[in-house]
């Protein structure tokens, strides 16, 4: 393999080359002044015209696990969709709403869906930022003054943020089991708590601890910032927007025929919860959607992909959505085994805003939550990168759906439809995917240097790589021609391949910062003639 190494021999003549370039390659001034140098290049796309219909094949094998999962879970009723390109692919319901009356669920029955309400308030706070009323980097006492009085931890621990907050590292304890039983506080109730103080178990901006009263908080900003109390709020500038019509935070709202009850399995029997009201923390956790209004939430986050020009979402830019999507702050790695497939497997990641967010060597940006209370659980989950998201609800207390939703995610991915969408080549990667098939196939010296970065001849110089060249040709038979199109890791980075008469070669090449980009990267290596050429590891062991 031709790798670069420390030569500074052959800069001397750059210049007189550089100068030589306007006459022995026109075709490079023809691209510039036609634009073919632009290093902009098009929004990622999906290349497979049946990935859909692949996808749609996995949809049975989902139903039937699903039926399995609550039988052997004893859930009451579950309602659940598969999602694939902001569409609802897939929506399916099982079970019942109201064990006594025997109400079978369907696909509109609304469900409480606790903790996911946490990134709705995510979006109503970078509204505000993005509308110039704050800044995430603002202590969060500017906007509730009774944070002002808060007794830090130690004396240089730094004032809590609006971040913080968002990403669950505001320093304050976790507090599932207690932050479930507060929905009813008013709003009087939480000012009075916070002025009697809030004990940490960090200092703020150092660690992740899952925190309901930091959402609660944000629910307090959202409110004192816009001048509405936060349920109007987000039914105004989220909701109504998305025509997320089924959705409210209060279950008095929703029409008896639609309600799911919330039971917990006790001594063998389905006893109902009773229902939790909305208050001062349902910023937090309050709540209630049906599986298609979900799906519309999921498809909002999946529209922010790929990046690129055109309208925007009335409900918030697609920037400030993949920013969301981000990790803000990580947790450790893990690793798991799975002893029904026999692989290791390791995840990686952390908290975003309202959001969790891993890597894992199969899928690179995985986004979801869940949500649990008294009577109920839930869970979204999407992979923006392949466009495909799912949702699922139950009104079993914590209902956990991560190995069905795991196993679902699965046989979307046997169908062979669950890919991620290409990077497209900018026009000048492609430009000088031609000019460097060139200069394998025979070199020039004068074209070389026209396309070449400043750095290229200091890391190898130019008669070496064309000497390490002609051998690695010459060894493959010679008569090297393209093989077909380039594999393009994302705008200014490609690999393809050439074939020769008795064996082939892969060329890689890096652009370089500048405009227009010149070469700063430039491999050749001898692979099989039949070996594929396959994007690079995600994982590598």
Known sequence: MLRTSRDRTGTARRSLALLLAAIV???????????????????ARF????????LTRALPTIDSLMRVFAATNRVPGIAYGVI????????????LRDVPAKAPVDTSTVFRIASMTKSFTAVAILQLRDAGKLSLEDPAERYVPELQSLRYPTSDAPRITIRNLLSHAAGFPEDNPWGDQQLAATDEDLARMIRTGIPFSNVPGVAYEYSNYGFAIL???VQNISGMPYTRYISERVLQPLGMTSTTMQARDVPRQRLALGYRLQDGAWIEEPALPDGAFGAMGGMLTSSA??????????????????AESPVLRRSSLREMQQVARSAPATASYNAVTNLLSMTSGGYAYGLRVSQTCAFGHSVAHSGGLPGFGSQMRWLPEHGVGLVALGNLTYTGWNDVLDQARDALLRTGGLVA???QPAPVLLVRQEQVTRLVQAWSTPLADSIAAMNLYLDESAPRRAAAIATLRTGAGGNCRAAGSMLAENALRGRWRMQCARGALEIGITLAPTEPAGVQEFTVRAVAPDSPLRPAPSCRF
């Open 293 to 310: 209004d979900l799906s519309r939430w999921v498809a909002l986050m999946l529209e922010a992909w790929p990046s690129r020009d055109g």
């Open 219 to 221: 629910g307090r900003i």
């Open 47 to 54: 290349t497979d015209p049946d990935r859909v219909a692949k």
């Open 25 to 43: 390659a026109p075709s490079v001034l023809t691209a510039q002044a036609t634009g073919a140098l632009s290093s902009v290049a098009p929004p």
């Open 421 to 423: 969408r290409a990077p």
């Open 84 to 95: 694939v390109d902001g569409t609802l692919l897939h929506v399916a319901a099982l079970g």
